[in-house]
T-cell receptor, first 114, second 114 residues
Framework: DAGITQSPRHKVTETGTPVTLRCHQT?????MYWYRQDPGHGLRLIHYSYGVKDTDKGEVSDGYSVSRSKTEDFLLTLESATSSQTSVYFCAISEQTGLNSPLHFGNGTRLTVT | ELKVEQNPLFLSMQEGKNYTIYCNYS?????LYWYRQDPGKSLESLFV?????AVKQEGRLMASLDTKARLSTLHITAAVHDLSATYFC??????????????FGQGTILTVHP
């Protein structure tokens, strides 16, 4: 999986608690992304990073924050988890945004908020 | 805002038959990707289509792109059970600084029956 590790793979948490998901890459790629996957919606972009400390919001960023202090790590934090954030979260990386550079995805984190 | 729509969303096929999945998108784009996802797994890149008229083939799958019509097709020839999976198309916004962000279609769940 292109040197991408997501942790944890599964998590169950209670409403109102903070949760942090980690994406670690060994490819030294500049661009990193967090998506969530829900039935009927495909994958939707939460946040992305175009370099260390450079991040921006995607289309479904409310309730989420991110940090990237090192090239290899991109953290996604749910400030106060809600049931609507129950989902499968995928991290993706890309070497460059030019031609012929598909995103490579991690194995996903299944998060359940009870 | 870029929107990507796939149809059909569910496709049940008999082995040996042919079928086509359609992907329409709403604004100009210079890149379109097709991904495959097996249940509970990550996304695997199948094709990258970069220009109008582009056609790529891999085994029983053939993808094409018509940028004027904003349409891509994924054609399945003589389906076999191993092709059962969910297929996503994804499009990059053209112009400006897209940072390689992808907008995904809803996905097509393909089931191939004996």
């Amino acid at each position: 999986d292109a040197g991408i590790t997501q942790s944890p793979r599964h998590k169950v948490t209670e409403t109102g608690t903070p949760v942090t998901l980690r994406c670690h890459q060994t490819e030294n790629h500049r661009y990193m992304y967090w998506y969530r996957q829900d039935p009927g919606h495909g994958l939707r972009l939460i946040h992305y990073s175009y370099g260390v400390k450079d991040t921006d919001k995607g289309e479904v960023s409310d309730g989420y924050s991110v940090s990237r202090s090192k090239t290899e790590d991109f953290l996604l934090t749910l400030e106060s988890a809600t049931s609507s954030q129950t989902s499968v979260y995928f991290c993706a990386i890309s070497e460059q945004t030019g031609l012929n550079s598909p995103l490579h995805f991690g194995n996903g984190t299944r998060l359940t908020v009870t | 805002e870029l929107k990507v729509e796939q149809n059909p969303l569910f496709l049940s096929m008999q082995e040996g038959k042919n079928y086509t999945i359609y992907c329409n998108y709403s604004t100009t784009s210079d890149r379109l990707y097709w991904y495959r996802q097996d249940p509970g797994k990550s996304l695997e890149s199948l094709f990258v289509l970069l220009s109008n008229g582009a056609v790529k083939q891999e085994g029983r799958l053939m993808a094409s792109l018509d940028t004027k019509a904003r349409l891509s097709t994924l054609h399945i020839t003589a389906a076999v059970h191993d092709l059962s999976a969910t297929y996503f198309c994804a499009v990059v916004n053209a112009g400006g600084t897209s940072y390689g962000k992808l907008t995904f279609g809803q996905g097509t769940i393909l089931t191939v029956h004996p």
